[in-house]
Structures are given as structure tokens and as C-alpha cells.
């Protein structure tokens, strides 16, 4: 608690240097954020600005002055914020009659608290301004966009200096940058924003991952469907995502005119309403429906590669993590009640499985177990037996299987709770992945049913699954993760023959047909023989093969493994010993 006092004082404080710097300035709010603080303010500022800033906030600091709270009408809060529009806007949503004010010297802000007692308490090594950003107002589109300052904040210098060190590295291994620096994909405005645009480099990782993907989901008793990318509005309706998930859907497509019919603002005669589909789950229902179940049917796994769309203001968008469409690796497994207990635990060892197989560390997997708040029950589809049994059997599958979870009450979606996997990227950044999720409303909206043993119509269980949560989000990991240097496996380009000249293509060309099984380049370009090494290292490929006149006269290869290790001269069997 006493780091938060210091990050919600320290923004204060930064509100002050700025009022005594700019004497027009306009301010937003300023809370304590996870590693620091910041402040939102109706001012154009410059990165240069910040040191200035910076350095004010420090001379604050220094001379020792104390937080005094002050508790005033709502009248008297008018007249001190009478030139603050966003203060005013605040006072006049506050239910109370009274309102908390802090003053710091010269400076009063609205705010309840609690804040440190004075400004010594606060180590002026241990904070530092980190940079500038666009807000709008409340969040919203439809307000003024402000300047917001960042500001970092710890118990120490020592753990400041840290923390930059991490976000140092952090940006090195950006994804976004990355998948610029490596030719893997992008996206662009008049594509649209949020539809990522995937490079033969990018497309032919996305292709391994999958066909992975598609192997062990067959190994592991999966069948697989494919369904369209749009469905009838019918559909999204009595699904419930018409009314209960429509603020991540978009409208409507207008399905019975063609595009030169609605130019021409022709009539439509008989409306057919199509909209983009936000999840597989329904289609999935519908090919169950499709056909009598029987108890012996069951349980059915069918598995999905399917691309959906979300809608996503244009300000969030980012990289392959938060984007408009999305190929999640959905599967929806409809099982029997005896039966939800095997599931659920071969589920749980698939996604360890998966984890392990990509190079991260089951240990730092953290599990949270998200349970319906029984204080507004109502709210929640399915009834108390159902809930009961599938948050027990997911908390005791997650305590057999020895998983590192939380329980969170209230954090269920309102058609069943849920398992959500998290993992650790090499910087110990937790990432969200797998999720193993209980569905009560589309089994009731769709009327699921199958024949038991007594041939009477019994409702089953239906488990959503994804394992990697999407495959934009989990690439983006995995270059997170490893700098962009996949492993060997998974590099688009495994292998890169370096010949020295133009003399020595040829042999370039008889050592690629040799190693065909592997993804190989031959860098043709005229360029030195350390630009070509240089940018082979900077490419990320495993392998660097040159290959010269003396390779040439020997039959053999120079290789240079990733990390600028120089292994020598050795014979293409030797070579090929090593990744065996």
C-alpha cells in the first residue's frame, strides 16, 4: 500500500510541475498504475518536455512539502475548478454532498486519497517520466483527445533501473518491429486495420504451427470441421451474441442486393442479414443438430482453425495481440457427465503438451479458475446443479493436476466457468493462452439432446477449448519470446548458402539440392562476403553455410550456427549430424 500512496502522490506531483511550467494547462484525471503513475491533461507536449518536467517534479520533492486533505462542498469545488472543465464534469457525477480535495503547496486537485504525508518520503531516484500518449477522455471516441504522461515508479533505484533494463529488451524483441525487421507481415489502412497481411516468410511459420496443429489434434482423437466466416442473423440471435456480445460484433450485411443494387440505393424487396462471426461455437452446435445422438456417440471432439472477427477500436489495435480478425484454434468437445472429468484432464495435459512442444516452461504456468458470483445468480445461464458440478470438477482437476491456479469469484462469463492458461515469455512477461471453458446457453438456446441409456433425452456437457488462445496472439508470442530466432524447426528460412562469388553458385546449387528436405536461400546478391554474413545474422537463420574454393575443391561447407558461432569447415554428413 505504501508504493501505491507514493505512484498516486508522485502523479500529483507531476500535476504540479506542469501547472508551474504551462500556466494553461487543463487536467484529466492522474491514478497509480501498475508500475507507476500517470496523468492525462489537456496540453501539447514534446518528448523533450519531459526532462524539464521531470526535473520540477524532483524540486517539488525536495523542498519537503506536505499532502493536506481538505473536505469542501460541492459549491466551493466549483468555484476553485471553475477554469478545470474535466474537474467540473467530475464534481457534478459525485453522489456525495461533500468533496475531497488534496492540496500540495499552491496546487489543489480533486481527489479522495490516501497519499503520503509529504513529499520527503519519496526517493527522487527511484521514479522517472517515461513517455507520452494520446487518451481520449473517459476512454471514449466521442470526447477531446489529451496528452497523457507516463511516469515509472518503484521502492528503489536499484528496481527502476531493473524494470528499464526489461522494457530495454522488451523493445528489442518487439513483434511488431520484428516482423518488419524479418519480412514477416503487416498490416495497412487501405487493407484495414486490425487484417493482418501475412508475408511468404510469416505465412510459411503460420503453416507450421498449423500443420502441428492439425497432426496432434488427429493423434489426440479430434475430428475436424470447417465452417463459413459469416452466418444469418437468425443464427446470432438465438445464440444470444445478438444481444449479449454485440458491442465486439459488427453490424449487418445486407445479403439479398449485390453492391451495385445498393449504389444505386435500390429497394430492398426481402431482407437476408448476414453478420461476421465473433466465434465458431454456433456452427459447431449446428453440426451436432444436425444429426440423433446417441450416449454411445459421445464424447465427440471436433476441431477448428477458424477465423473470426471482433470489433476493436481503431486506438487499441496492436501488432498480432489485439486485431480485428483472428484465427483461433477452437474446439468444442460434447460429452456425457461421466465422461466431463477425462476430458477436462486430457484437455489440461494437451495444452502442457503444446506449451512444452513450442520451448516454455509448464512450471511457469499460472491457472485462474473463474466462478460465477453467487450473489447474482440470475444473471448466469444454466441451472445450480450444473454450475455446481462443473466448478467443482474444474477445481478438482485443476488440484490433480497440479496446477498453479487462483480462483476468481464473479470472473465466469454468463454461460459457464472457466480454466484460463497463462504462460511466461523468457522476460517473465505472462501471456494469455489456453482456454478451457463450461457452455450452458448454447446447449439450452439449441436444445442439444442425445439418447441415453434409458433412451430417454438427456442434455450433454460441452466444453470450449482453445490451446492457443489465436495463432496471431501465440506468433507474437513465440517471436516475443525468442527474439525472432525460432527455433530450427520453425524458421522460415533454415538454412542460408552464402557463395563467396558468382563462381561458386553452382556448387551453391548442388549443396541445396543435397539438403532439399530443409528450407534454404542462396544469397545471390553482389555483395561482400561479411555484408552477406552480416545480414544472415540479422535474418535470424539458423544456419549460414559459405561456400568458396576451397569448400568447393573438398566437397564441404563453412558453417557459421546462429549466435555467430563459427563451427568450421565439415562435410555436408557432418553438417547434417548436427540437427539429428
Known amino acids: 500500500m505504501e508504493l501505491e500512496n507514493i505512484k498516486h502522490s508522485l502523479s500529483h506531483i507531476l500535476a504540479s510541475a506542469v501547472k508551474s511550467l504551462y500556466k494553461d494547462v487543463k487536467f484529466g484525471i492522474g491514478p497509480a498504475i501498475e508500475n507507476g503513475f500517470y496523468y492525462d491533461m489537456e496540453i501539447d507536449l514534446k518528448d523533450d518536455d519531459l ?56 496546487f489543489i486537485d480533486l481527489c479522495k486519497g ?133 458491442d465486439s460484433m459488427y453490424p449487418p450485411l445486407e445479403v439479398s442486393q449485390s453492391l451495385k443494387e445498393n449504389q444505386n440505393k435500390e429497394e430492398v424487396k426481402d431482407s437476408e442479414q448476414f453478420l461476421l462471426k465473433p466465434m465458431n461455437c454456433p456452427f459447431h452446435v449446428c453440426i451436432y ?38 484465427t483461433q484454434d477452437d474446439a468444442h468437445i460434447i460429452c456425457r457427465k461421466d465422461q466431463v472429468e477425462e476430458e477436462l484432464k486430457k ?65 465466469a462469463a454468463f454461460y459457464g466457468p472457466k480454466l484460463d492458461f497463462k504462460i511466461k515469455d523468457v522476460l517473465g512477461r505472462e501471456w494469455q493462452c489456453s482456454t478451457l471453458q463450461f457452455d450452458f446457453n448454447l446447449t439450452e438456446r439449441f ?7 434409458n433412451g430417454e433425452e438427456e442434455r450433454p456437457f460441452m466444453l470450449h477449448r482453445a490451446l492457443f488462445g489465436s495463432f496471431e496472439r501465440f506468433i507474437g508470442l513465440l517471436l516475443e519470446h525468442y527474439a525472432g530466432a525460432l527455433p530450427f524447426w520453425l524458421s522460415p528460412i533454415q538454412i542460408k548458402i552464402i557463395p563467396v562469388s558468382e563462381n561458386h553458385i553452382d556448387y551453391a546449387m548442388e549443396i541445396k539440392e543435397k539438403l532439399k ?36 575443391e573438398s566437397n564441404t561447407v563453412s558453417v557459421r550456427q546462429r549466435g555467430k558461432i563459427d563451427l568450421g569447415v565439415m562435410s555436408i554428413e557432418e553438417f547434417l549430424a548436427i540437427e539429428k
Open 114 to 246: 490516501p497519499h503520503i504525508k509529504s513529499t520527503k518520503e519519496i526517493d527522487i531516484d527511484s521514479f522517472k517520466l517515461d513517455k507520452l500518449a494520446g487518451a481520449y477522455w473517459r476512454g471514449s471516441e466521442k470526447n477531446k483527445m489529451l496528452t497523457r504522461v507516463y511516469g515509472l515508479a518503484f521502492e528503489s533505484k536499484e528496481k527502476l533501473d531493473n524494470y528499464i533494463k526489461l522494457m530495454e529488451e522488451a523493445e528489442k524483441r518487439d513483434h511488431r518491429k520484428l516482423g518488419r525487421d524479418l519480412d514477416l507481415f503487416h498490416t495497412e489502412e487501405e487493407v484495414g486495420i486490425g487484417l493482418v497481411l501475412w508475408h511468404p516468410k510469416g505465412a510459411i511459420i503460420w503453416r507450421l504451427i498449423e500443420d502441428f496443429w492439425y497432426k496432434k489434434h488427429l493423434e489426440n482423437g479430434y475430428e475436424l470441421v470447417r465452417t463459413p466466416h459469416i452466418g444469418n442473423r437468425k443464427l446470432w440471435e438465438r445464440s444470444g451474441h445478438w444481444g449479449y456480445y454485440s
Open 517 to 552: 528436405e530443409y528450407r534454404i536461400e542462396i544469397d545471390k546478391n553482389n555483395d561482400t562476403i561479411g555484408k552477406k554474413i552480416r545480414n544472415g545474422e540479422m535474418e535470424k537463420v539458423p544456419y549460414l553455410l559459405v561456400v568458396g574454393d576451397r569448400e568447393k
Open 289 to 326: 443438430n444436425n444429426s440423433p445422438r446417441s450416449y454411445r456417440d459421445l464424447p465427440i471432439r471436433w476441431a477448428e482453425t477458424g477465423t473470426v472477427y471482433r470489433f476493436e477500436k481503431k486506438g487499441e489495435l496492436s501488432g498480432l495481440t489485439r486485431v480485428r480478425g483472428f
Open 51 to 106: 526532462k524539464k518536467i521531470e526535473d520540477k517534479m524532483k524540486e517539488i520533492i525536495k523542498s519537503d512539502i506536505p499532502f493536506g486533505q481538505k473536505i469542501i462542498t460541492k459549491d466551493e469545488a466549483r468555484e476553485i475548478f471553475k477554469d478545470q472543465p474535466y474537474k467540473l464534469e467530475l464534481i457534478d457525477e459525485i453522489e456525495e454532498e461533500n468533496v475531497s480535495i488534496y492540496i500540495l503547496g499552491d
Open 447 to 453: 436444445n442439444m439432446t442425445f439418447k441415453n441409456t
Open 347 to 411: 484437455v489440461i495435459d494437451f495444452i502442457l503438451f503444446i506449451y512444452q512442444s513450442f520451448g516454455f516452461s509448464i512450471d511457469s504456468v499460472k491457472v485462474y479458475l473463474s466462478l460465477r458470483d453467487e450473489n447474482d445468480k440470475m444473471k448466469y445461464a444454466g441451472t445450480d446443479e450444473g454450475w455446481n458440478f462443473s466448478e467443482s470438477i474444474l477445481r478438482k482437476v485443476a488440484t490433480e493436476k497440479n496446477l498453479d491456479f487462483v480462483e476468481e469469484k464473479g470472473e
